[in-house]
Each structure stands twice: as structure tokens, then as C-alpha cells.
């Protein structure tokens, strides 16, 4: 099982949909989660921390379920300028130092 | 910008060449990393330097070398690499390297060193 997994995209939806993306994680003692946008041939930015309570900002929630070891991001009301890859990003517990690992991204294209 | 600086933006070399890559930070972060990314695919981890000490090599061939001179800099030395290893090299740092929250984990990273190998 890869350390993390993501929906395959490309999610094509329109203005105003909403979408969901899914992530899963196989190491159960992963502690630091996130998921990261990525515009085409720009360096990855932090989009949010996905902590064990669910949290949100703006039109975007994200929510970890620890149990299932499973991650979302939901977008609501769509925007053009949402149209970018969503990298889902997991610590590796356990060494020394902090390997994130990325899931392989899903890629959103929103039109008008 | 971005708070992580990292020249050359473009680097075109031979396979006989010796390079490097420089990254550079001033927000205090102790922990730094090397990603490489290949089109269409997610950034890989490299290298985690953690203090200044180099915590974790994920098996990275050793025509990649890289060093943290102080906790602000971090190089990635290349030699004899191979037209395979062009693509887009990443530098990030964050706040510590603990296993714990992940306020303290989360990466910033520079807009990328763009590299072909002839």
C-alpha cells in the first residue's frame, strides 16, 4: 500500500459545483496532515493544516478521520481561479527527522 | 515572493559537469529539505536536514550530494548526473522537525531550480 493515496483525477466541474477530494494514509502514526495546491509550473503552497477536529476556511473544510485513516478537502462554490493540482501531504512517523510524503495530486479544472 | 530563495531558477548541464543548487531561508526554520519533481508527478523527497544535520536520505543516488553550511543555506551538489535527473528541484523548510503537531511541520518552499541534463 502506498504511503498516500489519492483520488485520480482530473475533476472537471463548474462554477459553483462543489467537490471533494479524498486522501489515505497508511502509516497509523502519522501525526501532521495537509493539503497543498499547486498551480502548473509553480513551487507547491500551503492551502491548510487538516487537524483531528475538522476545520475550515473560507469555502474550503478539511477533515482527517483517524480511524480510517482518510483525509478530505471540500471546495464549495467553485472558482475559476480553484483550477489547480491538490497535493495531500503526510508525515512519516517514526524517523528522526520530518519526511512529508505527497500523495500523487488531483488535478481540478473549473470552467465557466 | 517566497520567503525561500533558491538560484538558479534554470540550469543546464552536461553529464560530465560538477553543479550545485543553493537555497536560502531567513524565517529561523531549523529543518530544510530537497524535493525533486518530474512533470506531472508529485515532489519526491530527497533529503531532510534537521539542525544543520543531515536526518534523512531517502536513498538518493550519491551524484547528488547535498550540504547544510548553517542553518540558513542549503546546497544540493551535482555530478555525473544523467539526462533522467532533469526536472524540477525544490527546496523547503519548516519551523522543527518534531513528530509531533503539524503547525511546527509545515513546509514553505521556494519557487524551484529547473534542471536538464544533456
Known amino acids: 500500500r502506498k504511503e498516500v493515496e489519492q483520488d485520480p483525477g482530473p475533476f472537471n466541474v463548474p462554477e459553483g459545483a462543489t467537490v471533494a477530494f479524498n486522501c489515505t494514509y497508511s502509516n497509523s502514526a502519522s501525526q501532521s496532515f495537509f493539503w497543498y495546491r499547486q498551480d502548473c509550473r509553480k513551487e507547491p503552497k500551503l492551502l491548510m493544516s487538516v487537524y483531528s477536529s475538522g476545520n475550515e476556511d473560507g469555502r474550503f473544510t478539511a477533515q482527517l478521520n483517524r480511524a480510517s485513516q482518510y483525509i478530505s478537502l471540500l471546495i464549495r462554490d467553485s472558482k475559476l481561479s480553484d483550477s489547480a493540482t491538490y497535493l495531500c501531504?503526510?508525515?512519516?512517523?517514526?524517523?528522526?527527522?520530518?519526511?512529508?510524503?505527497f500523495g500523487k495530486g488531483t488535478t481540478l479544472s473549473v470552467s465557466s | 515572493d517566497t520567503e525561500v530563495t533558491q538560484t538558479p531558477k534554470h540550469l543546464v548541464m552536461g553529464m560530465t559537469n560538477k553543479k550545485s543548487l543553493k537555497c536560502e531561508q531567513h524565517m529561523g526554520h531549523r529543518a530544510m529539505y530537497w524535493y525533486k519533481q518530474k512533470a506531472k508527478k508529485p515532489p519526491e523527497l530527497m533529503f531532510v536536514?534537521?539542525?544543520?544535520?543531515?536526518?534523512i536520505n531517502e536513498s538518493v543516488p550519491s551524484r547528488f550530494s547535498p550540504e547544510c553550511p548553517n542553518s540558513s543555506l542549503l546546497n544540493l551538489h551535482l555530478h555525473a548526473l544523467q539526462p533522467e535527473d532533469s526536472a524540477l528541484y525544490l527546496c523547503?523548510?519548516?519551523?522543527?522537525?518534531?513528530?509531533?503537531?503539524?503547525?511546527?511541520?509545515?513546509?514553505?518552499f521556494g519557487a524551484g531550480s529547473r534542471l536538464t541534463v544533456l
Open positions: 536536514y534537521s539542525y544543520e544535520k543531515l536526518s
Open positions: 501531504v503526510v508525515n512519516r512517523a517514526g524517523q528522526a527527522g520530518t519526511a512529508l510524503i
Open positions: 523547503a523548510s519548516s519551523q522543527g522537525s518534531g513528530r509531533g503537531s503539524s503547525g511546527a511541520n509545515v513546509l514553505t
